[in-house]
């Protein structure tokens, strides 16, 4: 398992921004693509967007796309998610995660089930 620290949620206007950071250690070597999750009470985990290591290849979730931005710094084993034009609807837990494999799939992953690691989460609250 690797270990995945999130940081940089918090409070912002609709419209606004916020950048969140996930710092990944620990056993990474079969880990080849972090995801962003988002989470509200009741609701299923839904997936916001994804990145592999290798190439930086992304995918975004339907209610994110052209909003948000998914980067990674391979150096600094850190990926970063920017949120732009936020929205009420974006408020929620949002989760790193890390999805493993020998082999590195052709598809980026997009499931819950896909990922094996996950970090704490970290709360963004957009007020309208």
């Known amino acids: 398992q690797v270990q995945l620290v999130e940081s940089g949620g918090g409070l912002v206007q609709a419209g606004g921004s916020l950048r969140l950071s996930c710092a990944a250690s620990?056993?990474?070597?079969?880990?080849?693509?972090m995801g962003w999750f988002r989470q509200t009470p009741g609701k299923e985990r839904e997936f916001v967007a994804a990145?592999?290591?290798?190439?930086?290849?992304?995918k975004y979730g339907d209610s994110v796309k052209g909003r948000f931005t998914v980067s990674r710094d391979n150096a600094k084993n850190s990926v970063y998610l920017q949120m732009n034009s936020l929205k009420p609807e974006d408020t929620a837990v949002y989760y790193c995660?890390?999805?493993?494999?020998?082999?590195?799939?052709?598809?980026?992953?997009?499931?819950?089930?896909?990922?094996?690691?996950w970090g704490q989460g970290t709360q963004v609250t957009v007020s309208s």
């Open positions: 990145i592999k290591w290798s190439g930086g290849s992304t």
């Open positions: 620990g056993r990474t070597f079969s880990n080849y693509a």
């Open positions: 995660a890390a999805a493993f494999g020998f082999l590195i799939p052709v598809t980026i992953p997009v499931s819950v089930r896909e990922y094996g690691s």
